[in-house]
Protein backbone atom coordinates (compact mmCIF):
# COMPACT_ATOMS: atom_id res chain seq x y z
CA UNK A 1 0.00 0.00 0.00
CA UNK A 2 1.68 2.84 -1.10
CA UNK A 3 0.26 6.52 0.89
CA UNK A 4 0.56 10.17 -0.86
CA UNK A 5 1.09 13.24 1.42
CA UNK A 6 0.52 16.70 -0.30
CA UNK A 7 1.57 19.99 1.67
CA UNK A 8 2.17 23.40 0.75
CA UNK A 9 -1.28 24.94 0.09
CA UNK A 10 -2.60 28.24 1.53
CA UNK A 11 -3.78 31.35 0.60
CA UNK A 12 -2.26 34.01 -1.29
CA UNK A 13 -2.79 36.74 -3.47
CA UNK A 14 -2.99 37.00 -7.47
CA UNK A 15 0.41 36.99 -8.80
CA UNK A 16 2.01 35.37 -6.08
CA UNK A 17 3.54 32.07 -5.80
CA UNK A 18 3.58 28.72 -4.09
CA UNK A 19 4.79 25.48 -4.21
CA UNK A 20 3.34 22.06 -3.49
CA UNK A 21 4.75 18.76 -1.87
CA UNK A 22 3.82 15.70 -2.07
CA UNK A 23 5.91 12.87 -0.07
CA UNK A 24 5.74 8.68 -1.05
CA UNK A 25 5.62 6.28 1.18
CA UNK A 26 7.03 2.24 -0.26
CA UNK A 27 10.60 1.82 -1.43
CA UNK A 28 9.86 2.02 -5.23
CA UNK A 29 9.00 5.84 -5.85
CA UNK A 30 11.44 6.46 -8.59
CA UNK A 31 9.57 3.49 -10.84
CA UNK A 32 6.54 5.61 -10.03
CA UNK A 33 5.20 7.96 -12.91
CA UNK A 34 3.47 11.11 -11.04
CA UNK A 35 0.80 13.56 -11.61
CA UNK A 36 -0.83 16.05 -10.06
CA UNK A 37 -4.51 17.24 -11.11
CA UNK A 38 -7.12 19.49 -8.99
CA UNK A 39 -10.66 20.05 -8.21
CA UNK A 40 -11.97 23.61 -8.02
CA UNK A 41 -15.11 23.84 -6.05
CA UNK A 42 -18.18 22.68 -8.45
CA UNK A 43 -16.32 21.58 -11.12
CA UNK A 44 -14.31 17.92 -11.60
CA UNK A 45 -11.27 16.90 -11.11
CA UNK A 46 -8.44 18.17 -13.91
CA UNK A 47 -5.29 17.19 -14.84
CA UNK A 48 -2.48 19.41 -13.99
CA UNK A 49 0.71 17.75 -14.63
CA UNK A 50 2.92 14.73 -14.88
CA UNK A 51 6.02 13.78 -14.75
CA UNK A 52 7.50 10.52 -15.95
CA UNK A 53 9.73 8.26 -13.92
CA UNK A 54 13.30 9.28 -14.79
CA UNK A 55 11.97 13.44 -14.21
CA UNK A 56 13.03 13.60 -17.64
CA UNK A 57 9.48 13.95 -19.47
CA UNK A 58 6.85 16.84 -18.35
CA UNK A 59 3.59 17.92 -19.69
CA UNK A 60 1.55 20.65 -18.59
CA UNK A 61 -2.27 21.46 -18.61
CA UNK A 62 -2.59 24.43 -20.89
CA UNK A 63 -4.10 26.51 -18.84
CA UNK A 64 -0.65 26.26 -16.41
CA UNK A 65 1.69 25.80 -18.82
CA UNK A 66 4.82 28.46 -18.33
CA UNK A 67 3.39 28.95 -14.71
CA UNK A 68 3.64 26.03 -13.14
CA UNK A 69 6.79 23.17 -12.95
CA UNK A 70 6.61 19.96 -11.51
CA UNK A 71 10.03 18.23 -10.35
CA UNK A 72 10.66 15.27 -8.52
CA UNK A 73 13.27 14.27 -6.09
CA UNK A 74 13.31 10.47 -6.35
CA UNK A 75 16.09 10.45 -3.02
CA UNK A 76 13.61 12.08 -0.77
CA UNK A 77 10.45 10.15 -2.63
CA UNK A 78 8.31 13.20 -3.09
CA UNK A 79 7.13 15.21 -6.28
CA UNK A 80 7.03 19.08 -6.18
CA UNK A 81 4.23 21.64 -8.21
CA UNK A 82 5.80 25.15 -8.21
CA UNK A 83 3.13 27.35 -8.95
CA UNK A 84 4.15 30.83 -10.11
CA UNK A 85 1.37 33.92 -10.96
CA UNK A 86 -1.29 32.45 -9.58
CA UNK A 87 -4.83 33.63 -10.66
CA UNK A 88 -7.80 33.21 -8.75
CA UNK A 89 -8.88 30.71 -11.18
CA UNK A 90 -6.51 28.49 -10.16
CA UNK A 91 -7.81 28.09 -6.65
CA UNK A 92 -8.45 24.12 -6.06
CA UNK A 93 -7.77 21.41 -3.86
CA UNK A 94 -4.80 20.04 -5.41
CA UNK A 95 -3.83 16.03 -5.27
CA UNK A 96 -0.85 14.15 -6.34
CA UNK A 97 -1.11 10.61 -7.33
CA UNK A 98 0.62 8.13 -8.53
CA UNK A 99 0.58 6.36 -12.24
CA UNK A 100 1.67 2.55 -11.44
CA UNK A 101 2.24 1.79 -15.44
CA UNK A 102 6.18 -0.25 -15.24
CA UNK A 103 6.91 1.84 -17.98
CA UNK A 104 7.66 6.00 -18.37
CA UNK A 105 4.49 7.12 -18.99
CA UNK A 106 3.24 10.96 -18.79
CA UNK A 107 -0.64 10.29 -18.81
CA UNK A 108 -3.28 13.27 -18.66
CA UNK A 109 -6.46 10.52 -17.56
CA UNK A 110 -7.37 9.83 -14.22
CA UNK A 111 -8.44 6.30 -14.88
CA UNK A 112 -4.73 5.56 -15.22
CA UNK A 113 -3.29 6.73 -12.09
CA UNK A 114 -3.57 4.28 -8.82
CA UNK A 115 -3.04 6.07 -5.73
CA UNK A 116 -4.24 9.67 -5.08
CA UNK A 117 -3.46 11.79 -1.63
CA UNK A 118 -5.90 13.47 0.20
CA UNK A 119 -5.63 16.93 -1.24
CA UNK A 120 -4.46 20.45 -0.10
CA UNK A 121 -6.37 23.54 -0.98
CA UNK A 122 -5.10 26.40 -2.56
CA UNK A 123 -6.57 29.65 -2.41
CA UNK A 124 -6.05 32.46 -4.85
CA UNK A 125 -7.17 35.90 -4.23
CA UNK A 126 -8.17 38.59 -6.25
Known amino acids: QVQLVESGGGLVQAGGSLRLSCAAS????????MGWFRQAPGKEREFVAV????????DYADSVKGRFTIARDNAKKTVYLQMNSLKPEDTAVYYC???????????????????WGQGTPVTVSS
Open 51 to 58: INRSGGTT
Open 26 to 33: GRTFSSYN
Open 97 to 115: AIDLAPWDRTSRYQNDYNY
